[in-house]
Structures are given as C-alpha cells and as structure tokens.
C-alpha cells in the first residue's frame, strides 16, 4: 500500500536550536496533514496542506508542501521544551479509502534546556 | 462539551483471553478509526468504520475484530490476547463528510499482554 517516510526517527537538540521533520512519499499525495503528540499524550492536528509548493506558519511552525506534492517538511525555529513529543505526517488516502489516515512513523523531539 | 473517551486507559491480560476495549465518541461522527501505535512503527490502522453496521479491515487487522452498532460507540476486541498485542491503542473519529478530514483522537488504552 501507500506509505509515507519520515526522517529522521529521533532527533535531539538544545534549547533554541532548529528543527526539521522531513516526510516523503513515492506517489503525488493530494494533501498532507501534521500532527503533533506529546509524551504520554494523544495526537492532535497541527495543519493540512493541499496546494502544491503551499507554506504554512504557525507561531515559530513553518509547513511546507513540495512542488510535486510528495513531500512536505516541518520546520520550528528556536525550540522551546513546550516542542518536545512526536510530529506525525499523514497522507489522506482518497478514493476508495475515503477519510483513512496513513501515517509516517514519526519524528520524536527531545529539546535539552 | 463533545468528546472521544476510551476505557480502560490500562489493562493488564493474560496471553489467550478477549479483551475489548471501548470507544465512545459524542461528536456524532460517522467515521471511525482504531490505531496501534509501537515505536518504531508509527500509528498503524487495525479497523475503521463509515458508519454503523459498517467494518472495514485496516493494515494490521489479524486478531482483532470491531462492530458498530450505533454512531458512537466502536468496540475493539482481541479474540485471543497474544504478546505481539502489547501495544498503545488510540481511537480516533472524524466526521465522515469530505474526503481529507481531520482525525480526533481518543486518550488510548495501554494495553500489556503477559
């Protein structure tokens, strides 16, 4: 089936440093959508994109969405410790699988103050 | 205020019972969804519902089973309980009127299969 990658798996960095999650997929996606779980928490939508080449910000979040549409990344500038958890992408599979989700397998922040 | 909930939020079993696990969701969805999640793995799709009397099978669906017999509510059961089960499971709902909808998650269930 379709899958989405998400690079890299772990990522640790200290208090104000950048970060960037990175999601790839092998076929033109028609949208993408973030989220973002926190330790021992649940997750909950950030975003979804759906122009090819759309950026999208959010506070100290930028969003983007590749040209070709099958890429997108998750940039936070300066982290904070309110950053840490997991960021998920997910691509909305359409068609036939109306409203399922297929998920990245995450990108794990760990933010040392 | 309308809400997913999912109970219990920890369960311990033993290797070869059922288990189900519940899922209550107050936002009059049609669409919806359970997930396991293991690290290194992502969330991955067990079952997922469009609406009630309706089931279908996800990516990792062997050894589970769901129904939906009203809008609210979807059951997850695992027949037997093996070890490989030991996992977080999250519900999720999604109103079910377009196609790229956002997902509501519940709070999960931690589930330990012994």
């Known amino acids: 089936g379709q899958q989405v990658m998400q690079i890299p798996q772990y990522q640790h960095v200290q208090e104000g440093e950048d970060f960037t999650t990175y999601c790839n997929s092998s076929t033109t996606l028609s949208n993408i959508q973030w989220y973002k779980q926190r330790p021992g928490g649940h997750p909950v939508f950030l975003i979804q994109l759906v122009k090819s080449g759309e950026v999208k910000k959010q506070k100290r979040l930028t969003f983007q969405f590749g040209e070709a549409k099958k890429n997108s990344s998750l940039h936070i500038t300066a982290t904070q410790t309110t950053d840490v958890g997991t960021y998920f992408c997910?691509?909305?599979?359409?068609?036939?699988?109306?409203?399922?989700?297929?998920f990245g397998q995450g990108t794990i922040l760990t933010v040392h103050p | 205020d309308a809400e997913i909930t999912q109970s219990p939020r920890h369960k311990i079993t033993e290797t070869g019972r059922q288990v189900t696990l519940a899922c209550h969701q107050t936002?009059?969805?049609?669409?919806m969804f359970w997930y396991r999640q293991d690290l290194g793995h992502g969330l991955r799709l067990i079952h997922y519902?469009?609406?009630?009397?309706?089931?279908n099978k996800g990516e990792v669906s062997d050894g589970y089973s769901v129904s939906r017999s009203n809008t609210e509510d979807l059951p997850l059961t695992l027949e037997s309980a093996a070890s490989s089960q030991t996992s977080v499971y999250f519900c999720?709902?999604?109103?079910?009127?377009?196609?790229?909808?956002?997902?509501?998650f519940g709070p999960g269930t931690r589930l330990l299969v012994l």
């Open positions: 936002w009059n969805h049609n669409n």
């Open positions: 519902s469009y609406g009630v009397q309706d089931t």
């Open positions: 999720a709902s999604s109103p079910g009127t377009g196609p790229s909808e956002t997902q509501y």
């Open positions: 997910a691509d909305p599979a359409g068609g036939t699988s109306y409203g399922k989700l297929t």
